[in-house]
């Protein structure tokens, strides 16, 4: 068990409908060292891509990609879930629905902060269904630039979205991947890897 899924099972709450809750140390309340583990993780996964530029989307996976970003020496852009009147000029547009909030939204990126020479590696907390990481994909295509990959912390590996990104040749690294979660026993059950 890896630093990440032993965290899981000490702190984190397994709720009815799928949900495992990690808002004490993941996204509500971080845990920097985590993070900073984390990150060297991924700089250790991906140390053989070209990556100049972290995405990520609001809110949950700023605080992860900030971390990330700083053992890449590069900036994170994050997609906005809404357009604010400080958002001057063009923007690249998705609609992703969220699998934690039911609900679509229209995400931005102002076009001055991606473009083709951008090497851009994704990063986010959760992956369920997928849908979140092809909105970003899109928008880093729509640019012109090029997913050197992508990094997750945590894979619902029983729900379609993972599947649906390798397959789609993506080269996908999640730090834990939960097989199963039985919300009456807590039990958490991840992926060997």
Avoid: W
């Amino acid at each position: 068990m890896n630093f990440l899924e032993e965290r899981i099972v000490k702190d984190g709450i397994v709720k009815e409908g799928n949900v495992l809750k990690v808002d004490s140390f993941l996204n509500h309340q971080m845990d920097i060292a985590l993070f900073d583990e984390m990150g060297a993780e991924f700089k250790k996964r991906f140390a053989d891509a070209n990556i100049n530029k972290i995405v990520t989307i609001e809110a949950s996976g700023i605080g992860i990609a900030c971390i990330v970003a700083r053992h890449f020496n590069v900036p994170v852009v994050f997609a906005k879930k809404s357009k604010s009147i400080n958002i001057d000029g063009d923007v690249y547009k998705a609609e992703v629905e969220s699998f934690t909030h039911k609900c679509k939204n229209n995400v931005i990126v102002s076009r001055k902060f991606l473009g083709p020479d951008d090497h851009v590696l994704i990063i986010d907390d959760f992956l369920a269904n997928g849908c979140a990481l092809q909105g970003l994909i899109s928008i880093v295509n729509e640019a012109g630039g090029t997913v050197e990959g992508i990094g997750i912390a945590v894979e619902k590996g029983f729900q379609n979205g993972g599947r649906i990104i390798r397959n789609l040749g993506f080269h996908l690294e999640s730090l834990a991947i939960v097989e199963s979660m039985d919300a009456t026993s807590g039990e958490i059950v991840f992926r060997q890897q």
